[in-house]
């Protein structure tokens, strides 16, 4: 059973920033891409990272959110600087694999004005 765990969700104020971590547990495949997607109320894909490295950003972050992973912890990180209040959404990561799509349970994150 794979598990995604988030962190690093909160408040902060515009202009600001914060780094959301998302560790995969379970029986996970070493070749899979992982990434974020926010809902507030529309969903946007953030950002992608596959397990080689390349990286993919949705037009509205790019310049200000830094997607990584760790691939030993099977973990992903998304550095969020420059926040603004559009930006507040519940974060959710995913892990696809070449059998499926998996989901944190998400973390929410608002940036006041």
């Known amino acids: 059973q794979v598990q995604l765990v988030e962190s690093g969700g909160g408040l902060v104020q515009a202009g600001g920033s914060l780094r959301l971590s998302c560790a995969a547990s379970?029986?996970?495949?070493?070749?899979?891409?992982m990434g974020w997607y926010r809902q507030a109320p529309g969903k946007e894909l953030v950002a992608t990272i596959i397990s080689g490295g390349r990286t993919n950003y949705a037009d509205s972050v790019k310049g200000r959110f830094t997607i990584s992973r760790d691939n030993a912890k099977n973990t992903v990180y998304l550095q969020m600087n420059s926040l603004l209040p559009e930006d507040t959404a519940v974060y959710y990561c995913?892990?696809?694999?070449?059998?499926?799509?998996?989901w944190g349970q998400g973390t929410q994150v608002t940036v006041s004005s």
């Open positions: 379970g029986a996970i495949s070493s070749i899979n891409v």
């Open positions: 995913l892990l696809d694999t070449p059998l499926r799509r998996y």
